[in-house]
């Protein structure tokens, strides 16, 4: 079914950036759909930002949009997530997910996702 691994997190100030790092030990481009998704302490897991591989749409909570970008390497084995101008509320576990058996519009469900990494942790500072 293949793994997940995420790295890049950290400690940053408010208007600082990250960009996390999603590795996989499957070929990306056999998955249509891949994310990102966070959760903070007390809340639900949130969808953050996708691609569609094959057709390269992306998709954004509106939260981030402006200052979050979805890509992936030229190998197809890397997920990034670069984040800029973040904010205190960005703070949160953030999780790289595949195995999405949903439809575009429904990306941010997290319960349509079947592969997860182990997380990576973002804390930003006021």
């Known amino acids: 079914q293949g793994q997940l691994v995420e790295s890049g997190g950290g400690s940053v100030q408010a208007g600082g950036s990250l960009r996390l790092s999603c590795a996989a030990s499957v070929d990306i481009y056999r998955r249509a759909y891949w994310s990102w998704f966070r959760q903070a302490p007390g809340k639900e897991r949130e969808g953050v930002a996708a691609?569609?591989?094959?057709?390269?749409?992306?998709y954004y909570a509106d939260s981030v949009k402006g200052r979050f970008t979805i890509s992936q390497d030229s190998t197809g084995k890397i997920l990034y997530l670069q984040m800029n101008s973040l904010k205190p509320e960005d703070t949160a576990m953030y999780y790289c997910a595949a195995d999405f058996s949903g439809s575009g519009g429904s990306w941010s469900w997290h319960q349509l996702w079947g592969l997860w990494g182990q997380g990576t942790q973002v804390t930003v500072s006021s």
């Open positions: 691609v569609a591989i094959g057709v390269g749409m992306t």
